[in-house]
Nanobody, 124 residues
Framework: QLQLVESGGGLVQPGGSLRLSCAASGFTLDYYAFGWFRQAPGKEREGVSCISSSGGSTNYADSVKGRFTISRDNAKNTVYLQMNSLKPEDTAVYYC?????????????????WGQGTQVTVSS
């Protein structure tokens, strides 16, 4: 059974950092593209960052470019999102998602498998 489990969320002050992890089980990452998405209260889910199955292609929302970094370790079956210089507007539930293609657009409808989400709150 394919499963994605996010971890690493929490409360952090503005300017702080967090690293989110997405642990996959029931399949191997090698042939899956991954994405991180977020949803704030009252807002639609948005793509934050996505990575191809090889890790050779990444993309980022304009709002996080230069602050967030997506990476993957296929040997550990884990995808990461390093978030630096966090802002209050980054507060949201962050979701990991996967799709069985080499590369996919960073939009939610492209992804078939989803984790349960992890809360990130940026506040002083």
């Amino acid at each position: 059974q394919l499963q994605l489990v996010e971890s690493g969320g929490g409360l952090v002050q503005p300017g702080g950092s967090l690293r989110l992890s997405c642990a996959a089980s029931g399949f191997t990452l090698d042939y899956y593209a991954f994405g991180w998405f977020r949803q704030a209260p009252g807002k639609e889910r948005e793509g934050v960052s996505c990575i191809s199955s090889s890790g050779g292609s990444t993309n980022y929302a304009d709002s996080v470019k230069g602050r967030f970094t997506i990476s993957r370790d296929n040997a550990k079956n884990t995808v990461y999102l390093q978030m630096n210089s966090l802002k209050p507007e980054d507060t949201a539930v962050y979701y990991c998602a996967a799709v069985s293609v080499a590369e996919a657009m960073c939009v939610s409808y492209e992804y078939d498998y989803w984790g349960q989400g992890t809360q990130v709150t940026v506040s002083s």
